[in-house]
């Protein structure tokens, strides 16, 4: 594969942004941190990938894992600093959705 | 497959977004209108796949593909204005990729 031209890192930005889901995960914990059920519940995505997704998103520094040590247990999720400041991002895109995306009536 | 509580509209903007290779290609696109081969040569992608991207994009209505009638024929991809209105969100995507990526040395 040849080398690019590109900024390695709006590479590496453009990778994480691009991995399939990853946009409706950090969409939904711009809200509030949330549980993996809630989660799971608001996106159209498998139990299996979103729990590969955030360890993915984990590792990346963009989204904390919490365990509340209780019983049963309680673990949620909540976007990091570096994870807020996709912010500007995704509230450009829901702009650009709103005035170019047609949906059926 | 559950339904999901997402708009739809920003579902496919996300969709758009999320497919790879295509932030890397509007990207390329937003300074002027190019032809295959130098998008090519800018972006770690194989020619097959490029021309796959850059057909979704024209039926998403992204992507302007114009035929210059000389010999030999040239075409040229250029954004339309629905693809010129996803700049703000590749500038922020650069901004945050400049805030919070680091590269090795």
Redesign the interface.
Known sequence: ??????????????EV????????II?QLLGDSQRFCSIE????ISGRLLSERLKELEQEGIVNREVYPQTPVRIEYSLTE?GR??E??IR??????????E?EA
Chains 1, 2 share one sequence.
């Open positions: 594969m040849k080398s690019s031209s590109l900024c390695p890192r709006f590479e590496k930005c453009a942004i691009s991995k399939r889901w990853n946009v409706l969409h519940s608001a996106i159209p570096k400041a996709l500007p991002i450009e895109m829901e702009q650009w959705s709103q005035e170019w995306i949906v």
